[in-house]
């Protein structure tokens, strides 16, 4: 039972390589998602636990660790972390024993360049970006990082508390891969459990799938550590992350942010990136001048008024700077949606469309203003426009028609005098057997 506890352990750290190498040596399916493949391998060792499956596991979870070993003559490896797959919470629990990173080790500075988040204004670093180094050969590992709040954050932090409770000044943690070729988006490690002043840092660390077959999503946002941070002295903050160490490298870096809403947000784009009307019928003369290698003239240019998001009319007409088209959608509703799932994709082009690099379109503007009944305009090839309105025709009804009997005439009622009824009217009994 020992071994086929521990050759389980080994499985849950198991990459998509080595599961499918194991389940081929057993002669079983290797083909799946990762989960699947987890499942089949403890399924494996559950059913057909013989000594060549464990040896098998066994090699394998030391050829990957082999590299990884300071001393070359320990022939003993570390055991693997007994807690689930997916499990944050019994991360905590692992018994650790590791000494403190602190924040002020050159070698552990990183230079890495997150993503801009339009939804939080950085008003300062509390701590710059820096990697999460192993300290020891366990799977699990712990680094403790340490930050001193000015009398003046800690005064932004407390001040920034709104009456209904909602809290505009942050501290955010932010979570990346140690790449500083590109810049990073958010991206959680395996196993990430945090704890700020020795009380656990709650966050969501995974979307569950509706689909059969489909592993959980990472939403990897930033986490807001403010409600368990030491606001009332000058002391230090304590910040814990505990992370598996699964080959690849993460850096941490801390900010204190204002988060601002969709509102904010749309005024500050109608302020400062409204584009002149003449830019956009320069675009349209472009492309509806004749060039000498078409054969075809194209001598208008029709666009929609209805945002393709809401299906409503437009409001506030926006898009991307990197857009070819004149096509514009909804600012507010955007903003809206990407605050609920920031992926900043244009709806037209579907094509990378970050809010620093939206604008509002005056010309569209105008026209929404001029015709409040309109849905499509059509651009002539000189910049002018025409507006194109709804067919309002009565709608015809397409169902069957019948004609109209009066049933009561008092002029020639030939139903309700018995008189006028015809002498020769022939009756059939249906009753009597023929």
């Excluded at 990346?176 to 966050?203: A, W």
Aim: with cysteine.
């Amino acid at each position: 039972m020992a071994e086929q506890s521990a050759a389980k352990n080994m499985i849950l750290g198991f990459r998509v390589s080595e599961l499918q190498v194991l389940l081929g040596f057993a002669g079983r399916n290797k083909s799946g998602l990762k989960h699947e493949l987890v499942s089949r391998a403890l399924q494996l060792v559950r059913n057909n636990c013989s000594s060549e499956i464990l040896k098998k596991i066994q090699d394998l979870h030391a050829h990957r660790y082999s590299t990884r070993s300071s001393n070359a003559q320990c022939q003993q490896l570390p055991p693997a972390p007994t807690f689930p797959l997916h499990s944050s919470e019994a991360a905590l629990n692992a018994r650790t024993s590791v000494p403190i990173c602190h924040t002020g080790k050159a070698d552990t500075k990183s230079k890495v360049r997150l993503t801009k988040l339009p939804f939080y204004e950085i008003l300062d670093d509390l701590m710059k970006p820096t990697d999460l180094v192993p300290t020891t050969s366990e799977r699990i590992q712990e680094n403790q990082f340490s930050f001193t709040l000015t009398d003046k954050q800690r005064e932004q932090i407390i001040s920034g508390c709104s009456k209904n409770g909602v809290q505009s000044i942050q501290v955010q943690l932010r979570i990346c891969h140690s790449d500083t070729e590109f810049i990073q988006e958010d991206q959680y490690p395996p196993y990430l459990s945090i704890k700020v002043n020795s009380r656990v840092c709650h966050f969501t660390s995974y979307f569950s799938s509706n689909k059969p077959g489909v592993e959980p999503k990472r939403p990897c946002r930033p986490i807001d550590i403010t409600p368990l941070l030491n606001l009332t002295s000058r002391g230090a903050n304590y910040l814990n992350i505990f992370w598996g160490h699964f080959a690849k490298r993460y850096s941490v870096v801390l900010y204190l942010v204002r988060q601002h809403i969709v509102a904010e947000l749309l005024h500050k784009l109608q302020a400062n990136e409204t584009r002149a009307s003449e830019i956009s019928r320069e675009l349209i003369r472009k492309k509806l001048r004749l060039e000498p290698d078409n054969d075809v003239t194209t001598t208008g240019l029709r666009v929609s008024l209805m945002c393709s998001l809401g299906k409503m009319r437009l409001s506030v007409p926006c898009r991307g700077i990197t857009c070819t088209h004149l096509q514009c959608f909804d600012a507010a509703l955007y903003i809206q949606m990407n605050e609920k799932k920031p992926t900043w994709m244009c709806p037209v082009c579907d094509k990378p469309a970050p809010y620093e690099l939206l604008f509002v379109d005056q010309l569209f503007l105008d026209i929404l203003k001029e015709c409040e009944d309109a849905t499509e305009v059509q651009f002539k090839d000189d910049g002018s426009w025409i507006p194109i309105k709804p067919d309002k025709q009565p709608q015809k009804n397409s169902g069957p028609q019948y004609s109209i009997v009066e049933l009561e005439d008092t002029g020639s009622n030939q139903f309700s005098d018995p008189a006028n009824r015809k002498g020769d009217m022939d009756v059939i009994d249906l009753t009597i057997d023929c």
